[in-house]
């Protein structure tokens, strides 16, 4: 039996191979090789108005692009900066969170929930930082440090940390204090937070083991 025609399809074929080397943001890797695809067709388009038949043509616009593991390591640096992206949202989602965490645990420990204000200063300045680098004039006019993507990934991985066990701390303290609900709740935004970030750091990290 013969093979369906999509894996005929030369140019079928080469995006299905990027998109298998491309690891991190699903959004972010689908989008990039769609335009690759809609370039593959532009080129075949060409090739096929100067009288190429439309199989060679496909052939010749992959050869024009290059092997996959050519393109694949500059596919995997902007996805790199694209999660970095992400990831500096995340932090700015989980700031205002820690605030309310830290302003919730301050009222059953005192100066003790300090940890949580520092926490949300980090995620803050984080954020501010990375998307200021990665997204605004300065990125713009001097281009995006290529060490961006891997601080930003162990910064919020650490911070991150920081939640996990600030979540932990604040459940364990809830059951010794009379403003256990205060601490239950105070916990919780600690929990989701964690959640929030950690996610986008485990993709952070995934896409810097691949980019190289």
Same mark, same amino acid.
């Given at each position: 039996?013969?093979?369906?025609?999509?894996?005929?399809?030369?140019?079928?074929?080469?995006?299905?191979?990027?998109?298998?080397?491309?690891?991190?943001?699903?959004?972010?890797?689908?989008?990039?090789?769609?335009?690759?695809?809609?370039?593959?067709?532009?080129?075949?388009?060409?090739?096929?108005?100067? %009288?190429?038949?439309?199989?060679?043509?496909?052939?010749?616009?992959?050869?024009?692009?290059?092997?996959?593991?050519?393109?694949?390591?500059?596919?995997?640096?902007?996805?790199?900066?694209?999660?970095?992206?992400?990831?500096?949202?995340?932090?700015?989602?989980?700031?205002?969170?820690?605030?309310?965490?830290?302003?919730?645990?301050?009222?059953?420990?005192? =100066?003790?929930?300090?940890?949580?204000?520092?926490?949300?200063?980090?995620?803050?300045?984080?954020?501010?930082?990375?998307?200021?680098?990665? %997204?605004?004039?300065?990125?713009?006019?001097?281009?995006?440090?290529?060490?961006?993507?891997?601080?930003?990934?162990?910064?919020?991985?650490?911070?991150?940390?920081?939640? =996990?066990?600030?979540?932990?701390?604040?459940?364990?303290?809830?059951?010794?204090?009379?403003?256990?609900?205060?601490?239950?709740?105070?916990?919780?935004?600690?929990?989701?937070?964690?959640?929030?970030?950690?996610?986008?750091?485990?993709?952070?990290?995934?896409?810097?083991?691949?980019?190289?």
């Amino acid at each position: 039996m013969s093979a369906p025609q999509q894996f005929r399809d030369p140019l079928l074929v080469y995006t299905a191979q990027l998109r298998a080397a491309l690891p991190g943001p699903a959004r972010a890797a689908s989008r990039m090789v769609e335009e690759i695809h809609h370039g593959l067709l532009d080129a075949t388009d060409a090739y096929v108005r100067e %009288g190429v038949p439309r199989t060679d043509a496909a052939h010749r616009a992959v050869r024009d692009f290059g092997p996959v593991a050519e393109l694949a390591p500059e596919c995997r640096r902007e996805l790199a900066l694209a999660q970095t992206r992400q990831t500096s949202r995340a932090a700015a989602l989980c700031a205002p969170l820690l605030l309310v965490c830290w302003a919730l645990a301050r009222t059953a420990l005192g =100066a003790a929930a300090a940890p949580l204000a520092i926490l949300a200063t980090v995620s803050a300045l984080l954020a501010a930082a990375a998307l200021t680098a990665t %997204g605004g004039p300065a990125a713009r006019r001097f281009g995006v440090p290529e060490a961006l993507p891997r601080l930003v990934a162990w910064t919020g991985t650490g911070a991150s940390a920081g939640m =996990a066990a600030a979540t932990l701390v604040l459940s364990c303290t809830a059951a010794a204090t009379a403003h256990w609900p205060l601490l239950l709740l105070a916990g919780a935004l600690s929990a989701a937070s964690h959640a929030v970030l950690g996610t986008s750091v485990r993709v952070s990290r995934r896409c810097l083991t691949h980019a190289g």
